[in-house]
């Protein structure tokens, strides 16, 4: 059975991802679920993926909040102010 799925992509990324389903005349969709089959270990789902993947230790004294607000200022171009 198939489920539906949204995801958050940058605009300029999904218009050439559209456009290389097209020239291979296959879906987005498609693309996607080809990518995950292929890139999952056997019989391993997403999750039991992403579990499975290294975790990062950060210090006592990190702020999650400082560094949220300084990948947003960065990705909308005023990574100067921090």
């Known amino acids: 059975m198939k489920k539906?799925?949204?995801i958050?992509?940058?605009e300029n990324l999904l218009e050439k991802i559209k456009?290389?389903?097209e020239s291979k005349d296959r879906?987005?969709?498609?693309?996607v679920q080809e990518h995950f089959e292929t890139t999952l270990p056997n019989g391993m789902t997403?999750?039991?993926y992403m579990?499975?993947?290294p975790k990062f230790e950060f210090p006592e004294d990190f702020d999650w909040k400082?560094?949220?607000?300084?990948?947003?200022?960065k990705k909308m171009g005023y990574e100067d102010l921090f």
Request: net charge positive; proline share 0%; aromatic share 10%.
């Open 66 to 73: 400082k560094e949220y607000y300084k990948a947003k200022a």
């Open 46 to 48: 997403l999750v039991e």
């Open 19 to 21: 456009a290389y389903a």
């Open 8 to 10: 958050t992509i940058e």
């Open 27 to 31: 879906s987005v969709s498609d693309l």
């Open 4 to 6: 539906k799925l949204n």
């Open 51 to 53: 579990k499975s993947l």
